[in-house]
């Protein structure tokens, strides 16, 4: 381990890895390490042993579950959006042929007590008891202007100017209700609370076709997912980076950030080895996650998520028996600030044995009771065979990392998707190298 | 003349240095070299065998990429195989064990009907040997696994190693395979994200 490389990086969760690849396959030197004897950090799947031993060390699972093998339960609840960045990421670097995906069967959203699909056709559209009968036509009229919206053309506009009008605006002008604004800024532009009604409208509506685009890909649901869990991700972009020389050593112990006088970055020391690079990148946990590492905070809790893994042997009710679906229970449904949100997946998946159902329920924490406020979310489930509850801390870099050339990654975040993953690891590829990400547009071959 | 094409996914498996991308490139480019660095950016290798009914059998290579250097090569990368060559030296009794434990872990972990052939490489340096064949034919066939001696140095043996495998999968399947239509995209049960949404594109009112 005397050589030097150009970056070393910390962690192998699905941001470190993309990153790991990226930088690998422009011909950095790259030497990525973790401190588990598994792929993924806090983004993995673990099997039933790995689970238990996280959460319940003192317990194996139980055989009614079936074989170890057949499980991969993600810790992070996240779907792909279809026509997403994370998307575009996977097929500019040709993972996808490490990877198969399916689709999520359903979206659903909470409303007075009860789910219903969002609607994936028109003809759902028109028979959906999300709205009434004006209020569908409203829609309508809402929906046509953001499709037909050409930012060129004034005519297209009604007045409405996307980059100063709030949403609010917007919705006033076509009249829309409550709940149905509940439905549009969260179950469709996917916000996680309510402070997007103010903001100018442009990101809002860039959501909504994101969303509508995705949905219109593959038909069901505007979500896919990889077959064997999420954590399939990670190790795609892994091999991706050792194909390009990256070199990785799992279970080992990083036990300090060596730094010089200046507090620059010298090398990572594991046990009496000191490995040095020019660079470090690595995710919260290898930099004191909250309390100081080498005499500095480099990091500091934003929020708390609570994240409920539970195993169920069958669909959930009201799901006309999907074998996955997201849930979003806005947050104005709960009196909460913040979605609660509800990720199911199944052995369609190749996740759990056959007749297992695996739903994570995930909110941002609000109050000092987490597990009580995600109980809207448990209570949709109908019978709970088990429960692993974690509550993760947000983490995020106090320092830009340019001074130091130590680059830390943020925690994995509760929305339902990749997104804000993709925005990290744009925003940490810019300030180490200095340049936009750019990916390659290419010709994209479509088989029969 | 119709003939009938089968692909398979191959995985190599075993110590580092034993010869693993040797062999690869020895199968599939019929050549050796003795200070070649580890391969860069060589993600996918196919080669084709014909059978003597005509029957073609493609496979798909997976190579480690090194990763099994440090003890990290992903479950991915054996997921779904549907066939592995373990690889042991036979001047490094050591890199027998190594083997052993590679094929307990396939026995555990991988689909069960996957074909595994053990390969004991640089046949060539036999004056070195430290892995009699007895010892581990004797071990191949407990464990029933397929069982040669080969040299990517010469060549000896790597051809027939992997017919012989050719002739073990079970050729019953249509061409694509569930495990190794992974990496292509026909005929794949799941979604095609290299497809671009054509009949729906942007302009098309909201499929919500
Ligand atoms: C979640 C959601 C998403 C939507 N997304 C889109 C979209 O992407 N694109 C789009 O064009 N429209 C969208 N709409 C509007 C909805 O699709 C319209 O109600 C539908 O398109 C009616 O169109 P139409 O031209 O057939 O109706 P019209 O020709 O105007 O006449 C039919 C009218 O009767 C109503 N109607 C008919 N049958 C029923 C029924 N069974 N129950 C209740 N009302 C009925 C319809 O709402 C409609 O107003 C959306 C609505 C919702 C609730
Ligand atoms: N003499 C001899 N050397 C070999 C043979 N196969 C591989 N080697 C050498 O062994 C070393 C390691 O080979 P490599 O294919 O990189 O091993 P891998 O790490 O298992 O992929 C290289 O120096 C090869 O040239 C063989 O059959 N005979
Ligand atoms: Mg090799």
Not at chain 1, 430 to 440: A, I, M, N
């Amino acid at each position: 381990m005397d050589e030097e490389y150009d970056v070393i990086v910390l962690g192998t969760g699905l941001t470190e890895c993309i990153l790991s690849g990226l930088l690998s396959k422009e011909g950095k030197k790259v030497l990525h390490m973790d401190r588990n004897d598994y792929y993924g950090g806090e983004s993995a799947s673990l099997n039933l042993t790995q689970l238990y031993r996280k959460f319940r060390p003192d317990q194996t699972p139980p055989s009614e579950l079936g074989r170890d093998r057949d499980y991969a339960v993600d810790l992070v609840p996240k779907f792909i959006i279809a026509s997403g960045e994370l998307t575009q990421i996977l097929v500019h670097t040709e993972v996808t042929r490490y990877l198969e995906f399916k689709q999520i069967a359903g979206s659903f959203v909470y409303r007075d007590g009860r789910i219903s699909k969002v609607p994936s056709t028109e003809m759902e559209a028109v028979k959906s008891p999300l709205m009434g009968l004006f209020e569908k036509r409203r829609a309508k009229k809402f929906f046509e202007f953001l499709q037909n919206w050409k930012d060129d053309d004034p005519s297209t506009h009604q007045g409405i100017n996307l980059d100063k009008d709030s949403m609010k605006t917007i919705y006033e002008k076509f009249g829309l209700e409550p709940g149905t604004q509940d439905f549009i800024g969260h179950a469709m532009a996917l916000y996680l609370d309510d402070d997007y009604i103010t903001k100018p409208a442009r990101a809002t509506y860039d959501r909504i076709i994101l969303y509508t685009s995705s949905m219109a890909r593959y038909g069901k649901s505007p979500y896919i997912y990889p077959l064997y869990g999420l954590g399939e991700l990670p190790q795609s972009f892994a091999r991706l980076s050792a194909i390009y020389g990256g070199t990785y050593m799992l279970d080992k112990q990083i036990d300090e950030i060596v730094t010089d006088a200046d507090g620059k970055f010298v090398g990572a020391r594991s046990g009496d080895e000191t490995v040095k690079a020019k660079q470090v990148i690595g995710d919260p946990s290898y930099f004191g996650a909250g309390r100081t590492s080498a005499g500095k905070i480099r990091v500091v809790e934003e929020g708390k998520v609570v994240r409920a893994i539970c195993v169920l042997k069958h669909p959930i009710p009201g799901t006309d028996d999907s074998d996955s679906c997201q849930i979003i229970v806005p947050q104005n449904q709960v009196n909460r600030r913040n979605d609660i949100y509800v990720a199911m997946v199944s052995s369609t998946h190749n996740v759990c044995a056959k007749d297992v159902y695996l739903a994570i329920v995930s909110t941002v924490v609000e109050t000092d009771k987490p597990e009580l406020e995600i109980k809207p979310g448990l209570d949709l489930l109908g019978p709970i065979y088990d429960k692993f509850v974690s509550i993760s801390s947000q983490y995020t870099p106090t320092s830009d990392g340019k001074a130091d050339n130590i680059f830390i990654t943020r925690s994995y975040d509760a929305t339902s998707h990749f997104e804000t993953v993709v925005e990290d690891v744009q925003d940490v590829w810019k300030r180490v190298t200095g340049t936009d990400l750019v990916l390659s547009k290419k010709e994209v071959e479509v088989q029969e | 003349m119709s003939t009938k094409q089968f692909q398979f996914k191959l995985v190599l498996l075993g110590e580092s240095a034993v010869g693993k991308s040797s062999l690869v490139l020895r199968f599939v480019k019929d050549q050796f070299d003795d200070y070649r660095e580890s391969t860069i950016g060589a993600a996918f290798l196919t080669q084709t065998v014909t059978l003597e009914d005509q029957t073609t059998v493609k496979f798909e290579i997976w190579d480690t990429a090194g990763q099994e250097r440090y003890k990290s090569l992903a479950p991915m990368y054996y997921r779904n195989a549907n066939c592995a060559v373990v690889v042991y030296d036979i001047t490094q009794s050591a890199s027998l064990d190594k083997a052993r434990n590679w094929v307990r872990e396939l026995q555990r972990q991988a689909d069960p009907s996957i074909v595994i052939a053990l390969c004991g490489n640089k046949a060539d340096l036999s004056a070195r040997r430290q892995v009699s064949e007895e010892e581990a034919k004797k071990y191949a066939d407990e464990e029933g696994l397929m069982w040669a001696e080969t040299s990517a140095k010469t060549g000896e043996g790597v051809t027939e190693i992997f017919t012989a495998i050719a002739k073990k999968l079970p050729l019953t399947a249509p061409a694509s395979r569930s495990g190794a239509a992974r990496g292509t995209t026909a005929a794949r049960s799941g979604v095609d994200l290299n497809k671009q949404s054509t009949a729906q594109g942007q302009n098309e009112p909201c499929n919500c």
